[in-house]
């Protein structure tokens, strides 16, 4: 899903940076209020695995390529502002070290994978698990729905950046000055490439890596307390 320089125009990317610089500055500070001290290594832990897994990729066409991005369990266990650091990294390191992803397009794949994954991934979670217990399968199902939902919208978000790029820039007869492909093309090649495919191993990692620490400490999710936590809850309100 990496965007290459030379496929968005100067409109769609210097836009994308205007959105992110917020962002990243809300994110950081986030991070210094919400990220307990026992996580930090979890973040930096999280932003090497999204890197591995975002090494493999596949070539779309019509667009730029496929791959699994980690965004959803990252946004489940650390929270979604986390996950905006910890795959921002990421990108930015991919893109400086191994050209993997244009320097113009930063804002525009951050915005994508580090934005959308983290954020929906995180939200379908806790709107599919509700009120039940964190050691239910359900809660189990609920993230690997959130990892399939959050790769295809991401693909989709992307997509859709490549499409409108005919209709931002051409020249006076219509000759397309950047991405070629028109929203017919584009916006299929990245869904059903994603949502038949990669969106798929998203979810699968996603929910491995949510049962693993479901029974090893349920208290590292995003959000949640540990059982001494939830005594000392009891107590003061029965007290």
Request: aromatic letters at 12%.
């Amino acid at each position: 899903m990496h965007i290459p320089d030379g496929y968005l125009g100067p409109y769609t990317y210097t836009a994308f940076w205007i959105i992110m610089i917020p962002i990243w500055y809300y994110a950081g500070k986030k991070l210094n209020t919400e990220l307990k001290s026992r996580q930090v290594p979890l973040l930096a832990l999280s932003a090497a695995f999204s890197f591995v897994i975002m090494m493999f990729n596949v070539p779309i066409p019509g667009g730029s390529t496929g791959h699994a991005v980690g965004g959803a369990i990252i946004g489940i266990v650390l929270g979604p502002w986390a996950g905006v650091i910890a795959i921002s990294v990421t990108l930015v390191l991919q893109a400086l070290m191994f050209g993997d992803g244009g320097i113009t397009a930063i804002a525009a794949n951050c915005f994508n994978m580090g934005v959308v994954i983290p954020f929906v991934g995180y939200y379908i979670y806790k709107l599919i698990s509700g009120n039940s217990d964190i050691t239910s399968s359900k809660r189990v199902i609920a993230s690997a729905i959130a990892g399939w939902c959050s790769l295809t919208i991401a693909a989709f978000c992307a997509g859709v950046e490549f499409g409108i790029q005919p209709i931002l820039h051409h020249t006076a007869d219509g000759t397309p000055l950047y991405m070629p492909y028109s929203l017919n093309v584009t916006v299929p090649a990245m869904v059903m490439e994603h949502a038949l495919g990669f969106s798929i191993l998203e979810a699968v990692i996603t929910a491995v890596i949510f049962a693993y620490i479901q029974k090893t400490d349920a208290s590292l999710f995003y959000g949640e307390k540990s059982e001494a936590q939830k005594d000392k809850v009891k107590k003061a309100v029965t007290a």
